[in-house]
């Protein structure tokens, strides 16, 4: 399949008063139309800094972004209006993302307005309902406000929100992490049936591998700003190769006493963006660092097809 | 067996507010034994935090009010102590780890000072030295250099902060810890890093635990037992191994099961539970989960189902386990 989305050498570099902060720094991902990338990081990796700066909310420092081949750090304001109608994001908090004075029907009809996207305020509401009815909202709730329901509906909102201009691609910044297990799981279906039914691609940015796994084709891991690995999901699952990846999937507890055990704990913390030295930024937390990582110009290395690693090991 | 070091007897809390009662916690029984971990698992809103507040007595003025029951520690009735005698227990006998590291320390106060609050509190005829001995010992027993104690709440990341806000917790050693969702604002490598760390002081300090959170996955890796709470009830209990291994389950719990993405198979969908859990303010008259149950029948919906054991340690709240009137059991 060709790739809808794809991202090269992309950098984004904060200035900050104590020096420069790489956020994403030299990242190269493509996501295949109607498949989905999950991204994977701990907090502070630039995940939902690359999720900006692919729909150039964010203007990157360097690098290029291919949108259906073109690259979109080279329109115009005007071309990319265009491209922002196909390209939506869904962000994590359902209770700070929604405008509270909003009633569901604006908050759903906005995208529309902006867009000028159909003609008639008649043809908007009948959308909106449309809309709801996609995602399983029931109609007597068109009039309320975001306070009056709860998390589960509010992230509902979201994703209505998101198809109103019907896109091609969605950015999903944690789109479930502020919602309850049984809640997530209705919304972690949803989003899979829209895929499914309309052709989305999706990149979707978590800090849970879990959910990562049940939903991705691909999966990239990100640590300080630089992808470290990047495969599919069923090989990264099987054989992490990063240490990094490897100390992740480690963390996590799993629901049963089979694996309770001495869990293999990764020591220390992340180490700060700012100006960091040239070599593997992981390497003061890595079990198997060696003098080598200190190195500049490790890079992502395809170590089987498909199946990119960023570590000294593998040079 | 060794005895019960806290036991909760049908305790029922509510929060008054303008126009509504909320029943918030609607007759939980409840032993936690001495030196045990007991995972108290349950989604938003089932009461877990309300439970937790009820023992500490920290319940909101006014508004929180435990009308029927007992919690006894040690044979001291904390639904009925005073004040002035909670103060004397908070911190020393029973205490709290708060689930946000980030709002729970004072921002204008040094992380050592506010470790030393709490021990100068309990320990008023101890010397100026002595409190800051015990402060170094306590920063390094949660693995933060003890010369880092004139620092700032702001100075330390998330995992750090939640480390001292675990010393302050056992800096007077107490019996009972509640830890409110300890790790479920940090990273997971942080999270494997405090939990680790919270079941070695458990043990070095000989306390039980009760660790609030909804995820299975803690309770599978640290609880010793499990109590799952739906709409202010606890609706099944029992060892870790009646609950993650056992073969019968309330449906609730079968649900939340269904709802994580298991990380060793693939699976096409999850299956959620539809719908909502009740408003606490009307509940339902029978079962709390009869409206999203996939195995009710007509008279779940009229009839408030018992715990009814189903082996020696667990119990279900459910009538398909309840002794039926003929003598049949399911």
């Not at chain 2, 029984?29 to 030196?35: E, F, N, P, S, Y």
């Not at chain 2, 709490?118 to 008023?124: A, D, K, R, T, Y």
Request: glycine share 8%.
């Amino acid at each position: 399949m060709s790739a809808l989305v794809e991202a090269r050498r992309l950098k984004k570099y904060f200035e900050t008063p104590r020096g420069l902060l790489h956020a994403v720094d030299d990242v190269d991902l493509s996501i295949g139309a109607g498949e989905t990338l999950g991204v994977v990081g701990e907090s502070g990796c630039g995940k939902s800094t690359l999720g900006r700066l692919i729909l150039r909310l964010l203007e990157p420092t360097g690098g290029e972004i291919l949108f259906d081949g073109r690259d979109i750090l080279k329109c115009k304001r005007s071309e990319m209006k265009a491209i922002w109608k196909q390209m939506q994001i869904i962000f994590q908090d359902p209770f700070s993302s929604l405008n509270p004075r909003m009633t569901v029907s604006e908050i759903i009809a906005e995208p529309m307005k902006v867009a000028r996207f159909l003609p008639t305020q008649n043809d908007i509401l009948e959308r909106v309902f449309e809309l709801m009815g996609i995602v399983g909202l029931a109609e007597r709730f068109v009039n309320t406000y975001p306070h009056e329901l709860d998390g589960g509906r509010r992230q509902r909102i979201g994703v209505a929100r998101a198809l109103a201009l019907n896109p091609r691609f969605i950015v999903c910044d944690e789109p479930v992490s502020a919602l309850d297990v049984s809640i997530q799981a209705q919304i972690l279906n949803l989003m899979m049936d829209l895929q499914e039914e309309m052709g989305l691609t999706y990149m979707f940015i978590t800090h849970d591998l879990s959910v990562v796994k049940h939903i991705s084709n691909n999966i990239a891991v990100m640590y300080l700003g630089q992808c470290v690995e990047l495969s599919w999901t069923d090989e990264l699952f099987e054989n992490p190769c990063h240490p990094y990846t490897q100390g992740l999937l480690d963390a996590i507890p799993s629901p049963n006493l089979s694996s309770r055990k001495q869990l293999n704990i990764m020591k220390g913390e992340v180490t700060s963006p700012i100006n960091p030295k040239p070599g593997c930024r992981f390497a003061p937390r890595c079990p198997k660092a060696s003098p080598g990582c200190q190195e500049p110009g490790i890079g992502l290395k395809e170590i089987r097809q498909g199946h990119f690693v960023s570590c000294y090991l593998y040079m | 067996m060794s005895e019960n070091l806290l036991e909760i007897r049908d305790l029922h809390v509510t929060y008054r507010t303008d126009d509504d009662e909320i029943y918030a916690l609607n007759g939980v029984d409840l032993a936690v034994k001495k030196g045990e971990t007991l995972g108290l698992v349950g989604e938003t809103g089932a009461g877990k935090t309300t439970m937790a507040l009820s023992i500490m007595r920290l319940l909101p003025d006014r508004v929180g009010f435990i009308r029927q029951g007992e919690i006894m520690l040690e044979g001291v009735n904390l639904a009925r102590a005073t004040d002035a005698d909670m103060r004397l227990l908070r911190g020393n006998d029973v205490s709290m780890i708060f689930q946000d590291p980030m709002t729970s320390l004072n921002p204008i106060h040094t992380v050592g000072r506010q470790i030393a609050e709490v021990l100068i509190l309990h320990n008023p005829s101890a010397s100026r030295d002595e409190i800051e001995l015990k402060v170094d010992e306590m920063m390094e027993t949660v693995g933060i250099p003890a010369d880092r104690k004139a620092e700032y709440p702001h100075q330390f990341s998330g995992g750090m902060k939640q480390r001292i806000i675990i010393a302050i917790a056992l800096s007077c050693n107490p019996k009972l810890l509640l830890a409110d969702e300890p790790t479920t604002a940090l990273d997971v490598t942080i999270q494997a890093q405090v939990l680790n760390m919270m079941g070695e002081l458990k043990e070095k300090f000989g306390a039980s635990m009760i660790l609030i959170t909804h995820d299975l996955g803690v309770v599978a890796q640290i609880c010793d037992s499990v109590a799952i709470m739906y709409a202010g009830e606890i609706i099944e209990a029992g060892t870790a191994e009646d609950i993650f291994e056992g073969k019968s389950h309330h449906p609730y719990t079968i649900g939340l099961f269904g709802a994580i993405p298991d990380m060793t198979k693939k699976t096409r969908r999850l299956n959620p539970i539809d719908g909502l859990m009740p408003d606490p303010s009307t509940l339902p008259p029978g079962c709390r989960f009869f409206e999203r149950c996939p195995s009710k029948d007509g008279d779940c919906g009229a009839h408030r189902p018992g715990m009814a054991p189903v082996s020696g340690t667990h119990r279900i709240k459910c009538r398909m386990f309840a002794p039926q009137p003929g003598g049949m059991r399911e």
